[in-house]
């Protein structure tokens, strides 16, 4: 087959790969770019583990072809904590253990990033953004506590997008447990 010349930006940096026009965007970042946090789940674009955040929007990375990201900016999770400092979705996934085996963790992580950055308040990320992630490990509870405490309680400073406040998103209580 064929092969065709892909150059993109992923965290940062230029990158051009010599792909066959088939390949999907999952696995060129894994397999030819040697980028590993982007899991790869049911391949259907159905569980969400494989979200990267292409030009701003969260994209399902299995169902995307490489050559359709030529010229694009690609954001994984390897892009997300600065350094040591963790982006606040991560900062609240660890504080409510909102995760188990941490395998759709990067893709649940991602979409948050990009809801955070578009002005979603926390209830539509509760039920849009997880409405959209399959977690087979348990149910959303901790998640959806963690949404909550991350639009809430951390700042939005870290986000280098957002040109408004460091205030914003939801007020949905997180007191007192909720249904997942």
Do not use: K
Not at 17 to 44: F, K, N, W, Y
Not at 136 to 141: D, E, L, N, P
């Amino acid at each position: 087959m064929t092969r065709r010349a892909v150059t993109f930006e992923v965290n940062g940096e230029a990158v051009t790969v010599d792909v066959e026009p088939r390949m999907l965007l999952s696995d060129v970042l894994r397999h030819e770019v040697a980028i590993t946090g982007t899991h790869v789940g049911c391949e259907q674009g159905s569980c969400g583990a494989c979200t990267v955040i292409v030009d701003g929007n969260p994209v399902r990375s299995c169902l995307m072809l490489a050559p359709q990201a030529e010229g694009t900016v690609i954001e994984t999770i390897e892009s997300v904590a600065d350094g040591d400092e963790m982006d606040p979705v991560q900062q609240a996934l660890h504080a409510e253990h909102g995760l188990q085996c941490g395998f759709c963790t990067p893709g649940i992580v991602m979409s948050l990033v990009a809801a955070r950055r578009a002005g979603s308040d926390a209830a539509a990320a509760c039920d849009e953004v997880l409405g959209g992630h399959l977690c087979r490990c348990t149910g959303y509870v901790n998640i959806r506590r963690a949404v909550h405490r991350a639009w809430e309680d951390l700042p939005r400073e870290h986000d280098p997008t957002v040109g408004r406040s460091a205030q914003g998103g939801g007020s949905l209580p997180v007191e007192g447990g909720e249904a997942s």
